[in-house]
């Protein structure tokens, strides 16, 4: 008897993405008990009208209301989902993905019949009709900086999961936590509600690895279309987003913090910064990336981990409350003295 699993995609304005990725899910070659539960953050008028067409044509379908509007954290969008999810694996979905194929689902879902697997992870498709930008955060990830640490990077980097086998198995440790669980991810939710559901990505690795959950799986076949990015400097406006929220983040929703914590994981982060402010390793490994490949998109590589890490030191040295309070006190200043 198949398991019944649950499908939890957080939406907010965007109707054609949700539309590609809802179907996605409803095509699956999956005969077992399944719900989709679509947490909205608040969307406009258009968007809540695809909502509700969808969920009077499909049983499967239910609509949450998030009014935190964010995704991630305690009371927030996939939190809301998870409470709710009756699945005994429940998928992670983010709305700018549409899975690849019938049979993802099924990939995924392989792994489990291991017990020290706690997740399953699938692959991101390089797709030529996107943006040279978009096809570079399928081959790193949407983090470039951290792709050194990411499983999105390290499969394309070190080539780790390339085997003949239809999935394979990743070990971590408290002092190598590695960067998972966005685009579409898979958990067995028995195990994560043993440490209290799910709270944020980053957080539930590292929760389920601190205690003793060290096994997630990468599939070999099952693929997801991840709609990251536009173009390039939408990229870099995701990514300046990104910083200024980041110790918000950190202090209200999250213990996981991507500074590292441990000798290996400071060393690993000095090699990273060097490589990316010299530029020579950073473009030697695009260069020999992209003769392999023949992907023309490794040659972002070097520019956007240069990019990426300016905007990261820059929040990291003069952050969101520091700006405002020099702003402000810049102000009283000039009141001061005119």
Request: hydrophobic share 40%.
């Amino acid at each position: 008897m198949k398991p019944f699993i649950s499908f939890i995609v957080c939406s907010y304005n965007a109707p054609e993405l949700i539309l590609k990725c809802i179907n996605s899910i409803l095509k699956q070659d999956y005969y077992g008990k399944k719900e989709i539960i679509i947490v909205d953050g608040g969307s406009d008028e258009k968007t809540l009208e695809v909502l509700d067409r969808l969920k009077n044509e499909y049983k499967s379908i239910k609509i949450l209301h998030n009014k935190n509007r964010l995704p991630e954290g305690y009371g927030r969008g996939k939190w809301l989902g998870w409470k709710k999810a009756r699945g005994k694996y429940v998928f992670m979905i983010d709305q700018d993905n549409e899975l690849q194929g019938r049979d993802c689902v099924k990939e995924m879902l392989l792994p489990f019949k291991e017990k020290r697997v706690f997740g399953c992870a699938c692959r991101v498709k390089i797709d030529k009709n996107d943006s040279l930008t978009n096809q570079y955060v399928a081959l790193m990830g949407t983090d470039p900086f951290f792709a050194y640490r990411s499983l999105d990077g390290l499969i394309n980097i070190k080539k780790i999961g390339k085997n003949k086998r239809k999935y394979s198995l990743i070990k971590m440790g408290p002092g190598n936590i590695i960067i998972t669980g966005g685009n579409c991810f898979v958990y067995n939710k028995d195990i994560l509600d043993k440490l209290g559901g799910y709270i944020q990505d980053t957080q539930n690795i590292m929760n389920l690895v601190n205690s003793g959950y060290d096994c997630v799986a990468i599939t070999k076949d099952a693929y997801t279309h991840h709609f990251a990015a536009k173009g390039f400097l939408n990229f870099i406006k995701k990514k300046v987003k990104w910083a200024k929220a980041y110790q918000y983040v950190r202090k209200k929703y999250t213990d996981f913090s991507y500074l590292p914590s441990t000798k290996n994981e400071r060393r690993k982060m000095l090699i990273n910064i060097f490589c990316i402010i010299t530029i020579m390793p950073t473009l030697l490994l695009a260069l020999k990336k992209m003769i392999e490949t023949r992907e023309k998109a490794w040659l972002l590589h070097p520019v956007l981990t240069f990019i990426t890490g300016f905007i990261y030191l820059d929040y990291f040295l003069f952050p969101p409350v520091a700006r405002i309070e020099a702003r402000t006190n810049k102000r009283l200043f000039i009141f001061l003295n005119t």
